[in-house]
């Protein structure tokens, strides 16, 4: 009698990652802000860029990504050669999981953390171990209370999500000093760009072989649809990350998509601009309207109310007015909307929509 057939240790234990809802019924276009997309798009450069580059779609792409590479080595004074390009950030956590941790081996993450930290970390089949957060912000004393010596992986997102709260260098510093040998630290920095005067953890990243720092095309560059993004790091860990890249998992479009976005300094720079202002009226709207929120350093805004059922109502009073907003439940939030930044006349309809509800209940 044969065996039965059965996936890897922490597969079936994967809780499947659930996207931000894009869809009402009953609303043909509806106002989407469940994915902290950029609101504005790609630059044109990008859109110009990929458009030349799908003429040459039956060539396979480059393997070494090494235009990209550059592109962000210049724009961001990193050294090209430690620099892994992926599809999306997400990528890049899965080969941190697969090629340092494994059975018996333990992931730390955070109370609200990414939901695809514990998911790569199962498909690995390590343990993920999820450590308390205070107040909806990292709490770094707890996450060095929890590493033991199974410890292999700590992820961090910062600006955090779906909180967008963000701790200053010196609590990472704190961090840091206290891996120990075995251990490797991950900054997650998809909401970099809007989080003013911090670097994603880049000093760290240059002064110690322990730390990585990541970084998506999904968000401030407008090119979720592509799949890019880049990891950072140690020259020993990025060697061993491009054993298990796969030689063509970026295509030709996206290539020259992201370049070309992150060659568009002024476009970024405009979208981050408007964001840092809609991203205040926002959320000084909802605070208005008596509905909490903490200071948002990302491109959205987490709001809070008094409880589960009224969160849930005013989703579906949102989407009753055809806007589709975040309910974070499965990251432990559900007396929380998360709120995606738009354009102004978005924010607008937002804060009109909500000020009905308020004014209703």
Known sequence: MTAPI????????????????????????????SANENPFGASPAA???????????????????????????????????????????????????????????????????????PIAAHAAGATPMRVPEHERVVDVEALIAGITERTRLIFIANPSNPCATLID???????????PEQCLLILDGAYVEFAEGYDGGLALVEARNNVVMTRTFSKAYGLGGLRVGFGYGPQHVIDTLNRIRGPFNLSTIALAGAEAAMRDVDWVDECI????????????????????????HANFVLARFADEATADAADA???????????????????????SV??????????????????AV
Not at 274 to 291: H, W
Not at 342 to 359: C, I, K, Q
């Open 342 to 359: 738009g354009r102004p006349e978005d924010n607008g309809r937002v804060l009109a929509s909500l000020g009905t509800f308020v004014g």
């Open 317 to 339: 009073h949102l989407k009753t007015d055809g806007i589709i907003v975040r309910a974070p439940k499965s990251y432990g939030l559900p007396h929380c909307l998360r709120i």
């Open 273 to 296: 601009r408007v964001n840092a202002e809609e991203r205040a009226r926002l959320t000084g709207g909802l605070r208005q309207l008596g509905i909490a929120c903490d200071d948002s």
């Open 47 to 117: 859109v110009e860029a990929m458009v030349k580059a799908a003429s040459g779609a039956n060539r396979y792409p480059s393997t070494d990504h090494a235009d990209l590479r550059d592109a962000i080595a210049e724009i961001h004074g990193l050294a090209a050669e430690r620099i892994i390009c992926g599809a999306g950030s997400d990528e890049v956590i899965h080969w941190l999981n697969q090629a340092y941790a494994g059975p018996g081996d333990e992931v730390l993450y955070t109370e609200h953390g990414f939901g695809m930290y």
């Open 169 to 179: 260098s010196d609590a990472l510093t704190r961090l840091a000093d206290a891996l």
């Open 6 to 33: 059965r996936p890897q240790p922490g597969i079936l234990d994967i809780a499947l990652y659930q996207g931000g809802a894009s869809k009402i019924e009953g609303h043909a276009e509806p106002l989407k802000l």
